[in-house]
Each structure stands twice: as structure tokens, then as C-alpha cells.
């Protein structure tokens, strides 16, 4: 079998939420703890994923012989057949597509990509090498598409994002001792709500209090939606069915920990992921035996062959009722819930890409060191949170904190690195190490087989020491008359030449010596060409989320407002925070400017030594408003965000900012300027081009509705970006 180097995955349609996108990042942390690199490519990736998502389009430069493309397939779309076509060994991760006949007459665009979706199947099966599917009904149709080599590998779910606390409104629904029947799922034709309703009906004669909960999207349900309304009216249940809609995970735990049983009434189904949250939310479960449902379900429910309303109805008496059944289906469904546990399906992992001829590495504990700034700044606190985040994932981490541009401190500290170290993650900026000192540690580790991840925070010609020699020499200004300028040009040459060659030499070093090289914006990486032309070595990621230095949140709206009150701000008003040091780029004096006179910003932060007057300018300005604070106490900044409503980065330009993955720490939506480093983060928050764009924004969203939907975005950055999630990805490859 050969090594699996890298396993990049290509999906058309990357949504958090989505079973196959969560799908896509539960298969990359499982590739991630086994070493392997793995990046997610797709044609779109929604605001909340972007960060972790690249366009399809890049994979024409990554692809090599030495890995796979997992190409997850679930509906028809233009890219695929691009996709199947490109030279990269490939292997179908098949999904099941929902047969055309469904949409007819409901979404033409859907019916036209399901029926496209099945000829790319076909395509993708004869390029594939081998696939593998989450269930054995989808497997055989992978195999009947001409898949020779075919096993099963179930979906993998991320248990740990169910583990939050219920949103409070759903709960206090239904709370009360009301029979509530939940279903979950799109509402489309083959989920069959129309029996779901008719069955509830019948069940409802003798439970006339119960009610019906329909979670799931109505984005696509056309007409559909229209005829269950009518249904409802017709049968007289107006007050007794709710539809949900989309809802956060907060909203679907309260759902399932309230609810008294789970139904499922579908015609068509590839896996039910639905089904093994109810088990593990301790939900009896009546299910028609449709597609793949007898076997996701298992023995931990009622299955019906037949779902008539009185059979359903009956099946629902039985699991409401019957406290002896109710007990012996919620002990199967926690036996059953295991058999897809994260350590099951990465076994089954294992076994599907072994039978395709590729060994994916067993995960194992590695000695790593972290090796950055060891004082108080934003690298240090980052590469601290690295450093935790691999030790969540069962690492050894040491932190190593050198003193900023002292070299004899760096070889100091390097002697303490032992042999047995299996990786050196330098976390890297130009104001901690000088140039020729970092490349003789370079060596050092090197020459002591010390395999080194480095990654670059700020990556760009002006960052090298050499570069700015050459670049003073390159513009050099004339002193003396012509005669012996003429002599001084060659000479003006030769220390042109001399600080190119030792800029290159540096460069070519810190290129060669690390055997991976890591940055964290599209800024840095364009500049990567620099040090390398191997595309392997090279990694692009979003700065993990780190949290805000001696800060402990406010549990609740109380505790926010004592918080408020021990700073002497106020306490009934909606409060925007920029904080950091003052430079002009930040552009401080026009979000004053735009602040709404019925708010407050903080501005938190410290004169810095490059611009120092810029702080004056900005003290100047804010007394112009009342409504303006100033801190600038270090120790207190972290805890002045935490009391805040909103961050605001009205940045001319940034590389990446760590003060966004705090800001996501801390819970709080920002307002962005259009700068590139911001991108990755904008499910937190709109992006204002204009200083009357950014006093519209602090004035939207100070709506309970808009506040709340990036603060949604901000939840699910805080879950995707979290460095026990993340940190592994520095090892992978290495």
C-alpha cells in the first residue's frame, strides 16, 4: 500500500450545518490526526465556512501522485465534470442523490441537477480509482454506477457541537407536559410531511393536546409548503403544528432534549442523520423503512414497512405511552449511537482507503515545541493557544519564549530543544527574530534532524532586514559633483549587489530548511513564491480563534452589565470597541465619526512608538464627543471588549488580525472594512466600504434581528476556527 500524503476534498457546495459539509470537516480532522493535509475545495462555501473553504479552481495546482481527491457527491453541478477530468487520482465519496421525479413541479433547477447529478455519477465512477459511501443502500448505487471498488464509510458527526446549552424560548415552548412530536428535514415531497400531518391527525384523536414540530429549511419547498398549509387548515390543526424553519443548534438541542418522540415518514433517504441525533437526545423514533433507514436506524426503533395514519398513529401511542418500550429503545439508541462514533467511522476510514490500496497513518501523541515571542502580544498569546489547542488533541507541547531580536537568548533557548522532538513550530514575525540569527537556528535544527513547521505572520520583501539595505542602496541620493559620482556609481553597484545576494541567500534558507511553510492571509501567500516554488511545503490557513488575555466572560446579561458598571460605562446602551494600539491605518478619528449619538465606542488601546502622534490626533478628536471613552490600561483590555456589543475594524489594511479571532472569542459581531485579511471572518459581520457605509452599519446592527444573525455567524466561527479543532493542521504533512 502506498502513504498517504495528502487527501484534499472537493465538494460543489460547502454550508456549515449541511450533513455533507459537516461531513467534509469531520473527515479532515480525522486526515488531520493522522498527519495526512487535507484542504476543502468547492464552487461556493457559504459566509460561515469561507474561511476554511478554497475555490475548486486551485486544485488544478495542488494535485499530485502521492495523495487523493475525495470527490463528495450529492447533486448535480456544472464543476463536477471539470472535476472528474482533472489528472489527480480520485476517489467518489457517493451521498445519494434525491431522485428527479421529487422536485417536478416544485423547483425545475432542482429536478434539472438531480437528473445531471446521475450522469456525473457515472462520469465520476469511471475516473474514480475507488469510493466508498455512508451506507450500503448508497453504496450498491454507487457500485451499480460502475464504481468497481466500493465500501461503506458512515458520515461522520461532530458530537461535540450538540453539547450546548437549549436556546431558552424553544425549551420554554415545550416545556409544558404537551405529547410534542418532532421531524426533521428539509420540507420537500420525499420527506413526505403530508403523511407526517395526516398521521399526527390521527395520533392527535387521542392525545388531543399533543403537538407537531416541523424542523427544517423551507428555502426550496415552492408550492409544497402552500399544500401542507392547507392540509393543516383542512384538518383543523392550525394551533397544533409549528413550522421551524432553519434553526441554530442552540434551537434544534432545545427541540430534540424537549421533545416527546421523533417521526419519520420519508420516501427517500440516503443515511437520516436526523435519526442518530434523536437517539443521542433520548428520542423514542417511529420511522417508515424507506432507502436507508433500516439499517442508520438499526433495532432503536419502531420501524414501519407500511405507514398508513392509523399504523403511524398506533406505533406513536406505543413510544409516548408505554414507559417499558420508551426505556428499551433509548438504551438501543445509545448502543446504536456508538457504532458512529468518531472512532468507528475513522476505523472505517481506515478500511476503505486500505481496500483503495492507500495506508492512512494510525494518529499518535507527537513532542512538539512552539517556538515565538515570550512576551505580552498578540503572537505570544496566539502561539499559547496554538500550544493548548494540540495538547486538547492529546500532543506533548512545550512552549518556548525567546526574548525579541536577542540572539543570545535564541541559542540559549534552543539548546534546551531535545533530539526527541518530533516537530519545532516556530511561529514567526520580523519584530522577534533578526534575519541571520533565525537562519543559523534554522540550520541548527536542521543539522539536528529536527523536522520545523514555519509560519509567518507577516510575510512581505519590507519584513527583511536586507531588503530594506538594498532597497536604501537602490536609492541612494548624489553628494558630490559629477566627476566622482561617476566613480561612486560602481561602487554603489557592488553594495547593490552584496545586499541582493545575502537578501536571496536568506530567503532560499528560510525556505529550503523547514519542511513545511505556514501563513495566515492571502497577503502573505502571494509573497510565499519568495522562499519556495514547492507547492507541497506551502500552506495557507485562517488564524485559529484565541482567547482575550485574563478575561473571563459575563455568563449572562447581569454579569455584563456589573462588568459595565465596574468600568463606569453604561449600562442600557449598545457599545462598539476598537481595540489596539493606535495607528493610522485603523483609522480611529472616522469611526468616531460615525458613531450613532445614541451609542458608545471605546477606543482600547496604547500609543504606539512608530505613530505616536496619531494618538494625540485621536485624543483630539474624541473630545469633540461625549460619548467617546478612552482606555488605556493594557491589563483591562481584554475585559473592556467582554463588556462591549460589537468590534468595530474599519482597517485601511491588515495582513490578518488576531483582534478578529478574539472578538469571535469573546462572542461579539464586528463591522469590517473591505481589507483582504478581514475576508475569511465576514459571517461575523458586514463589511462597510465607506464612513457613511460604517454609521449605517452601527446603526443596523443594533437590531435585535441583524445583531442576532451575525451573532449566529460568530457561533459558528468560534466552533469551526477553535484551535483543538485546528492546531493538528500545523503537524499534517509533516
Not at 541548527?444 to 512581505?460: A, D, G
Not at 452589565?561 to 457599545?575: M, S
Request: hydrophobic share 45%.
Amino acid at each position: 500500500m502506498e502513504r498517504l500524503h495528502f487527501a484534499h476534498q472537493f465538494h460543489p457546495v460547502v454550508a456549515y450545518g449541511d450533513a455533507v459539509g459537516n461531513d467534509c470537516f469531520e473527515l479532515q480532522r480525522m486526515f488531520w490526526s493522522s498527519g495526512v493535509r487535507t484542504d476543502l475545495f468547492a464552487w461556493e462555501a457559504k459566509p460561515e465556512v469561507r474561511a476554511l473553504v478554497r475555490d475548486w479552481k486551485d486544485l488544478e495546482r495542488v494535485v499530485s501522485r502521492d495523495g487523493l481527491l475525495l470527490v463528495h457527491h450529492s447533486m448535480g453541478n456544472d464543476t463536477v465534470s471539470e472535476v472528474a477530468k482533472l489528472p489527480a487520482r480520485k476517489a467518489v465519496v457517493y451521498h445519494n442523490i434525491t431522485p428527479a421525479k421529487y422536485f417536478e413541479g416544485l423547483n425545475e433547477h432542482a429536478r434539472r441537477y438531480a437528473e445531471v447529478g446521475r450522469e456525473q455519477l457515472l462520469e465520476l465512477a469511471k475516473s474514480a480509482e475507488f469510493g466508498f459511501a455512508d451506507s450500503e443502500y448508497n453504496r450498491r448505487e454507487l457500485a451499480e454506477a460502475g464504481c468497481a471498488n466500493t465500501a461503506v464509510v458512515p458520515i461522520a458527526i461532530d458530537w461535540e457541537q450538540f453539547d450546548v446549552a437549549p436556546d431558552p424560548k424553544v425549551a420554554r415552548a415545550l416545556a409544558d407536559e404537551r405529547t410534542a412530536i418532532l421531524a426533521v428535514g428539509q420540507i420537500l415531497p420525499q420527506k413526505a410531511i403530508h403523511d407526517v400531518i395526516a398521521s399526527f391527525a390521527a395520533y392527535r384523536t387521542s392525545d388531543q393536546g399533543a403537538r407537531l414540530y416541523l424542523v427544517g429549511s423551507t428555502a426550496m419547498s415552492g408550492q409544497y409548503l402552500a399544500q401542507l398549509q392547507q392540509q393543516i387548515a383542512k384538518l383543523g390543526l392550525d394551533d397544533a403544528v409549528t413550522f421551524a424553519g432553519s434553526v441554530t443548534i442552540e434551537q434544534l438541542v432545545a427541540y430534540y432534549r424537549g421533545a416527546t418522540a421523533f417521526l419519520t415518514l420519508s420516501d427517500h433517504e440516503g443515511f437520516c442523520v436526523p435519526l442518530l441525533e434523536a437517539m443521542r437526545s433520548d428520542l423514542p423514533i417511529v420511522a417508515h423503512a424507506a432507502g436507508a433507514i433500516p439499517e442508520t436506524l438499526g433495532d432503536a426503533g419502531v420501524l414501519l414497512e407500511e405507514k398508513s395514519p392509523s399504523a403511524v398513529a398506533a406505533a406513536l401511542e406505543r413510544v409516548v405511552r408505554d414507559q417499558a418500550v420508551r426505556k428499551d429503545l433509548l438504551e438501543k439508541g445509545h448502543r446504536r449511537v456508538d457504532e458512529f462514533s468518531h472512532e468507528k467511522v475513522a476505523g472505517r476510514l481506515k478500511l476503505a482507503l486500505a481496500q483503495g490500496g492507500w495506508d492512512l497513518p494510525t494518529p499518535r501523541s507527537k513532542r512538539v515545541v512552539v517556538l515565538s515571542s515570550d512576551q505580552r502580544c498578540g503572537i505570544h498569546h496566539y502561539s499559547l493557544a496554538v500550544s493548548e489547542g494540540l495538547r486538547e488533541r492529546g500532543h506533548q507541547v512545550t512552549f518556548v519564549g525567546v526574548r525579541h531580536l536577542d540572539t543570545a537568548d535564541l541559542n540559549k533557548k534552543l539548546r534546551y530543544i531535545g533530539r526527541r522532538t518530533d516537530v519545532v513550530l516556530i511561529e514567526h514575525e520580523a519584530g522577534i527574530f533578526r534575519d541571520v540569527p533565525f537562519v543559523r537556528a534554522l540550520l541548527s535544527l536542521w543539522r539536528r534532524r529536527l523536522p520545523v513547521v514555519l509560519s509567518m505572520h507577516e510575510l512581505e520583501p519590507e519584513k527583511f532586514h536586507h531588503y530594506r539595505r538594498l532597497s536604501a542602496a537602490l536609492h541612494y541620493r548624489p553628494r558630490y559633483a559629477w566627476p566622482l559620482e561617476m566613480l561612486r556609481i560602481p561602487w554603489v553597484g557592488l553594495r547593490l549587489a552584496n545586499w541582493f545576494f545575502r537578501y536571496r541567500v536568506i530567503l532560499t534558507l528560510m525556505g529550503s530548511l523547514p519542511r513545511k511553510l505556514v501563513v495566515h492571509s492571502p497577503r502573505s501567500e502571494r509573497w510565499l513564491e519568495l522562499l519556495t516554488g514547492d507547492e507541497t511545503k506551502r500552506e495557507r490557513f485562517p488564524l485559529p480563534i484565541m482567547p482575550l488575555e485574563s478575561t473571563v466572560l459575563p455568563h449572562d446579561a447581569d454579569e455584563k452589565r456589573r462588568l459595565r458598571a465596574k468600568f463606569g460605562l453604561p449600562t442600557d446602551k449598545f457599545i462598539f470597541i476598537s481595540p489596539g494600539f493606535f495607528f493610522a491605518r485603523k483609522r480611529y478619528i472616522e469611526v468616531i465619526d460615525a458613531l450613532p449619538e445614541d451609542a458608545v465606542l471605546v477606543l482600547s488601546g496604547t500609543r504606539s512608538d512608530w505613530e505616536p502622534r496619531y494618538f494625540d490626533e485621536v485624543m483630539e478628536a474624541a473630545k469633540r464627543k461625549k460619548n467617546v471613552v478612552i482606555n488605556t490600561e493594557y491589563d483591562t483590555m481584554g475585559q473592556y471588549v467582554a463588556a462591549s456589543d460589537c468590534v468595530v475594524l474599519f482597517y485601511e489594511d491588515v495582513f490578518q488580525s488576531a483582534v478578529v479571532t478574539q472578538a469571535v472569542w469573546a462572542g461579539l459581531p464586528c463591522i469590517f472594512s473591505p481589507a483582504e485579511g478581514f475576508a475569511p471572518y465576514h459571517a461575523a459581520g458586514p463589511v462597510v466600504r465607506s464612513v457613511d457605509d460604517l454609521a449605517r452599519a452601527m446603526r443596523d446592527i443594533q437590531d435585535p434581528e441583524t445583531y442576532a444573525s451575525y451573532a449566529r455567524g460568530v457561533g459558528i466561527l468560534r466552533r469551526l476556527l477553535s484551535p483543538e479543532r485546528n492546531a493538528e493542521r500545523y503537524l499534517a504533512g509533516v
